[in-house]
C-alpha cells in the first residue's frame, strides 16, 4: 500500500522531495515535509536558515549511536488503580483520588440522587449502572494516568 502526499494549498500528488509545490510554488510546511520525507524514504533537506538540530534524531542526516537511541524504560502510574476502584464503592470518591475533581463531585452527587431515587423503578436502574461506572472509570483512569517525569538532558559524548 503506497502513502500518497498531497500539497495542503493546491491539493496535487508530491512526488519529489523540495521545499516548494512543483505545482503552485508555496512553502511547504515542516509537518507536510516530513510526511514526504517518511513516504519517499529519504532525508528531508535542511530549510534555509534552520538547523538540524531539531530534527528527530531517526531523521537526522548523522547517524546516531545506539546510546542516544534507547527509549526510556516504561513509566508506570503512581496512581493505584485497584484502590481507585476500591474508593469508588462510595460514587465519585476515585475520581478525587485520581485528580479529577469536577467529574468526582458531579458522580457524589448523583450517587446521592441514585440512593434518594432507590424507591423508585428508575432509581434501581440507574443507581447501579452509575455505581459500575465511576468503579471502572475510576480503574481506568489510575491505570492510564502517568506523573510527569523531570526531562532528560542529552548525553553529551
Given amino acids: 500500500m503506497a502513502i500518497y502526499i498531497h500539497c495542503p494549498h493546491c491539493n496535487e500528488r508530491l512526488v519529489e522531495m523540495h521545499h516548494n509545490c512543483?505545482?503552485?510554488?508555496?512553502?511547504?510546511?515542516?509537518?507536510?515535509?516530513?510526511?514526504?520525507?517518511?513516504a519517499?524514504?529519504?532525508?528531508?533537506?535542511?530549510?534555509?536558515?534552520?538547523?538540524?538540530?531539531?530534527?528527530?534524531t531517526h531523521m537526522?542526516?548523522?547517524?546516531?549511536?545506539a546510546a542516544e537511541r534507547q527509549t526510556p524504560p516504561a513509566q508506570h502510574s503512581a496512581l493505584r488503580p485497584w484502590l481507585a476502584a476500591t474508593l469508588s464503592l462510595v460514587c465519585g470518591l476515585g475520581q478525587f483520588y485520581n485528580g479529577q475533581l469536577m467529574k468526582g463531585m458531579v458522580l457524589l452527587i448523583c450517587g446521592i440522587a441514585a440512593v434518594v431515587a432507590w424507591q423508585f423503578l428508575l432509581?434501581?436502574?440507574?443507581?447501579?449502572?452509575?455505581?459500575?461506572?465511576?468503579?471502572?472509570?475510576?480503574?481506568?483512569?489510575?491505570?492510564?494516568?502517568?506523573p510527569l517525569a523531570p526531562q532528560r538532558q542529552p548525553v553529551e559524548h
Fill in 123 to 146: 432509581g434501581k436502574i440507574l443507581a447501579p449502572l452509575l455505581w459500575l461506572y465511576a468503579i471502572s472509570d475510576a480503574y481506568l483512569v489510575a491505570r492510564r494516568t502517568i
Fill in 60 to 65: 537526522s542526516p548523522t547517524l546516531s549511536t
Fill in 40 to 56: 519517499l524514504g529519504v532525508t528531508p533537506p535542511p530549510s534555509p536558515g534552520f538547523s538540524g538540530s531539531g530534527l528527530p
Fill in 22 to 38: 512543483a505545482h503552485c510554488g508555496i512553502a511547504l510546511p515542516p509537518g507536510v515535509l516530513y510526511a514526504l520525507s517518511s
